[in-house]
C-alpha cells in the first residue's frame, strides 16, 4: 500500500510580552480604533531582547513532538519556515536541532514568507510519501518584531511574533489529501526587506535608509490576498476531489481580518467554519497558520475525520493552500 502523510503531532509556542494597540498609540500617531476596524487586531506578542526565532521554534517543536508521542530521536528531517531566521546562516533548523537533540535528523530553512509553512507541508508529503523520511517536524517561526520599523504606522502595527510546529508522519486514516503553491516573483517590491542581503549589504547609508526593515504596498498586497486566498483554497478542493460543502474548517494565514471575511464571503463558507486568532496575535507570518491550527485543534473546533483547509499568502509573492483530512 502506498504510504500516505499526514499530521501527527500539532504545538505552538508565543512570548509572554503583550503589546496592545494602547502600548503603540503612545508611541506612534496611531489609534486602536483605527487599528481594530481597519485590521481586526487588538495585541500582539513580542520577543524579549535575549529570544530568537530558534527559542520560539524550539518551544513549539517539543510541544508538538510531545503530542505526537514520539521524541526528538525519533525525527528525520526538521524544516523551518522563516523569514526571521536568528542568522543569515547556520539554518535556525539547525539551531532547533541543537537544542531538541534531534541527533538523526537533517535540517534546512525554508523561505516563502507567509505561505512558508503551507510549502514546509509539502516539501515534508513528499519525503514521506516516497518512503525517504517517516517523521518530518514542520516549523513556522518568527521574531518579525525584530525586522519592525516603529517609525512606519503602516506596517508597525501589523506583525508579532511566535512559532507553531507539526510533526508529520504516515497515518492510515486521512492525511494531507491535496497541496496547491504558486509564486509570482513580479510581486517582489510588494513587501521586501530591501537591504542586508548580497544586493545591498549592510552599510551606514543602509541603516540610514531604514532599509533593514519590512517596506509593504498595503493595498496592492491586500487585493491579491483576497484573490488568491479563493483561488488557492478552490484549486486544492478540486485536486482533492472535493466540495466547498465538504470542508469543515477554514484556517487561513491571519494578516488581517478583512481579507479573511473577503475570502470566506468569496468561497461561500460561514464564518463559523473559519478560526481567527489575529486579534491576539497580528501576522505572525510562517507561524500564523500553524499557530492557529494547534489553537483550534486544543479548543476542539476540528476533529478527526474533518477535512480542514490551510491556505496562505505572503512575499514573494508566494501562496499555498493544502486540504487536511484531519488523522488525530
Ligand atoms: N494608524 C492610523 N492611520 C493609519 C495607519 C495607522 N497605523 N496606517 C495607515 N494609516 C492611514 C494612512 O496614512 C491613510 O491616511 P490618508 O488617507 O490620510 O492618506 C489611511 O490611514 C488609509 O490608509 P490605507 O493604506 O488605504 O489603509 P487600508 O484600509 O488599506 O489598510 C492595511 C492598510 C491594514 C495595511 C491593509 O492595506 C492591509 O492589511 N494590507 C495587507 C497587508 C498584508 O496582508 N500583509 C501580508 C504580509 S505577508 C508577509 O509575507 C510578511
Redesign the pocket.
Known sequence: MNTKAGIVGVGSYVPKNIISNFD?EKI????DE??KT??GIRERRIVDENEATSDLATKAALNAIKDANLTPEDIDLIIVAT?TPDMIFPSTACLVQANIKATKAACFDLEA???GFIYGITVAKQFIESDAYKHVLVIGAEA?SRILDYED???????GDGAGAVVMGPVSEGGVLSTSLGSDGNGKDY?NIPAGGSKTPASEDSIKNRLHF?K?A??D??KF?VRIMQDASVECIESANLEIQDIDYLIP?Q??I??IEASAKRLKLSMDKVYVNLDKYG?M?AASIPVALDEAYREGKIKKGDNIVLVG????L?WGASVVRWSI
Do not use: K, Q
Not at 504606522?153 to 506583525?159: E, M
Not at 499568502?313 to 514573494?316: H, M, T
Open positions: 503603540l506612534m500617531d496611531t489609534s483605527w487599528i481597519r485590521t523569514i514568507a507567509c505561505s518579525l504606522r503602516s506596517t508597525a502595527i501589523l506583525f513587501l519590512i509593504m498595503g493595498n498586497v491586500f490576498a494565514h494578516a488581517n478583512r481579507i501576522n507570518s499568502f505572503g512575499g514573494g508566494t
